[in-house]
């Protein structure tokens, strides 16, 4: 029996909310979105070696890249291909990309997740991250030892041909699946076992975004997975979309099965970087945007340091 | 976040995540906007769970701002008013006879009368059972004024028309 008007208070803020629980899956799609995330900034495995490239081969030639239709076309004559428009804009995106310059040594993302502010800065070098925020009860800055592979890291570790990459990609995307996989056994024991219902495409879709993303992916491996993309079914294309900033863009959009929804991207058509991401998922949404990408060879200071 | 991480994180969401749901509930009146809140909240936990000490008082300082800055945002768009009411009022005085999904329009209600700090206060002083040196460094204000504060909200919370004649009528102040 309450005693006086505090415990009586007391009382009625958990007498009502004593029926209220979190989703089940709630921390599972928390753990997912940060696989997603940490993908960007993670060590890369170990290159792929020459078994796992034979592997990754035989697998791409066995059936998971689209087989070419045997020509019906005589010797001698050209067969006409016809290009959907999403083709001819991811084609161009991946022109574009190409012709990005890899100069400068440091790159600048800067993130506005209300209410906190982010700058990240990596080294295209070393793979170090210089992590600066503001706001939202962050430690306002982080520095990473080698928190990113480096640009000649994912060189070697991305392959520039169409099929192996769409191979790697795949089993890059397993091999993702598989921690899920644990995870949920080990979060939720006497739960369904966790199935990833997503297509071959689908997988191909959310690692090539991801490796799109990676600041530190070099121009070449970037306008391969533009080139991959435009090859890839169920992916949709809209070229003069905007993103929630007002910044015109060309919008990505993959939608793969109810666990992971459907993911929206929005790229920057002349600089082929990535403006806006965002996910829709059951139970999950989620957005990233970012204010802006830059390069420099000097590295910058702490932006937030006199605020 | 690594394997042991992973493991930890998945315990502290376990334990504390029904907790943090019905804190950001009493504090947003919304179900929608409190499960939001809960999960941006510990979406930013575990980007930086291997560098968080007490993630307990990291999620009451970073659920407390999202949601007074979500509620003075929203404060500046125009109001939104629900087409029809989901619940009735019910008479919190028949309590013992009151299921939580009963007793809750009447007890939000009241919270709604509250400023978001007022509210945010009360909520992690009554319903949190945090001292108010805990609430004062969430809130990033003194400890004065976190007294003062919770004592002006129990006053008002005390003439609310949900909650009258609830509270006992020799605890009010003199006026």
């Given at each position: 029996m309450p005693t006086t008007d505090e415990d009586l208070l007391r009382d009625l803020l958990r007498g009502s909310t004593n029926d209220l629980a979190l989703r089940p899956g709630g921390a599972h799609a928390i753990v997912t979105r940060q696989r997603r995330r940490q993908v960007r900034r993670r060590f890369a495995a170990v290159g792929v070696t020459g078994v796992a490239a034979a592997v990754a081969l035989t697998v791409a030639e066995s059936g998971a890249a689209p087989q070419a239709k045997p020509s019906l076309a005589g010797p001698g004559q050209a067969r006409a291909v016809h290009l959907t428009t999403g083709q001819v804009v991811l084609d161009g995106l991946a022109v574009r990309a190409a012709a990005?310059?890899?100069?400068?040594?440091y790159v600048v993302f800067t993130e506005d997740r209300a209410p906190t502010k982010q700058t990240s800065v990596y080294d295209r070098l070393t793979g170090n991250m210089w992590v600066y925020q503001q706001g939202g009860g962050a430690p306002p800055v982080a520095v990473v030892k080698h928190g990113s592979p480096t640009s000649a890291e994912l060189a070697a570790k991305l392959p520039a041909n169409q099929a192996a990459l769409r191979a790697f990609l795949i089993k890059d995307a397993n091999a993702d699946d598989a921690k899920a996989a644990a995870f949920a056994r080990r979060s939720r024991p006497h739960a369904a076992p966790y199935v990833d219902t997503r297509t071959s495409n689908g997988k191909v879709f959310d690692q090539a975004i991801d490796y799109l993303y990676m600041p530190l992916v070099p121009s070449a491996q970037r306008s391969a997975m533009f080139k991959l993309l435009a090859a890839t079914p169920g992916v949709q294309v809209r070229p003069h979309a905007r993103d929630s900033l007002g910044r015109p863009a060309i919008m990505l959009r993959n939608s793969d099965g109810p666990v992971y929804g459907t993911t929206t991207v929005f790229e920057d058509p002349a600089t082929t970087r990535p403006l806006e991401e965002d996910f829709a998922g059951v139970s999950f949404t989620g957005k990233d945007v970012f204010k802006s990408i830059t390069f420099t060879n000097t590295r910058p200071a702490d932006p937030y340091r006199h605020n | 976040m690594n394997k042991k991480q992973g493991r930890a994180f998945e315990a502290f969401v376990e334990s504390e995540g029904n907790n943090l749901l019905r804190l950001a509930v009493l504090m947003t009146s919304n179900y929608q906007l409190a499960e939001d809140a809960v999960q941006r909240t510990l979406e930013r936990l575990a980007a930086r769970w291997d560098r968080v000490e007490h993630p307990k008082a990291f999620c009451r300082k970073v659920l407390t701002n999202l949601v007074i800055d979500d509620a003075r945002a929203a404060a500046r768009r125009p109001r939104e008013e629900p087409l029809s009411p989901t619940h009735e009022n019910p008479d919190p005085l028949a309590q013992d006879g009151l299921s939580s999904v009963e007793l809750r329009p009447a007890v939000l209600s009241a919270l709604d009368s509250l400023t978001p700090h007022q509210r945010a206060i009360v909520v992690l002083r009554y319903f949190g059972d945090h001292s108010d040196a805990e609430v004062s460094q969430a809130l990033g204000v003194a400890v004065g004024t976190v007294k003062s504060t919770a004592s002006r909200a129990l006053a008002q919370l005390r003439t609310h028309p949900s909650l009258a004649g609830l509270f006992c009528p020799a605890d009010y102040p003199a006026r």
């Open positions: 990005q310059p890899d100069g400068k040594r | -």
